[in-house]
Nanobody, 119 residues
């Protein structure tokens, strides 16, 4: 499974941004796609995930109501719509894939796309 994250950029607080994760080479290893981020000096944190077959989603409380994860099966792409961005959302955002909802470990990672939110 290969993942290509894109869509990052520099925005102002309160703006919206949509990240994309293009998926290729998927066989049985990439049925669940998650979005993570890592801010400077901090550990990587999980944000949300979507099951590609069912569209089932899950969000951590930190982003629930502001971020929306979705998938377009025809384009093999997963999106992360981010609204009401805050300076603390500044980070490198990564998409990752794992086999299924039971598996805990994400085995495949994209290269990351940087988001900078200015106040």
């Amino acid at each position: 499974v290969q993942l290509q994250a894109s869509g990052g950029g520099s925005v102002q607080a309160g703006d919206s941004l949509t990240l994309s994760c293009a998926i290729s080479g998927r066989t049985f290893g990439g049925n669940v796609i998650g979005w993570f981020r890592q801010a400077p000096g901090k550990e990587r944190e999980f944000l949300a995930r979507v099951a590609l077959n069912t569209g089932s989603t899950y969000y951590v409380d930190l982003v629930k109501g502001r971020f929306t994860i979705s998938r377009d099966k025809t384009k093999n792409t997963v999106y992360l719509q981010m609204n009401s961005l805050k300076p603390e959302d500044t980070a490198v955002y990564y998409c990752a894939a794992k086999a299924d909802l039971i598996t805990s470990k994400y085995d495949f990672w994209g290269q990351g796309t940087e988001v900078t939110v200015s106040s």
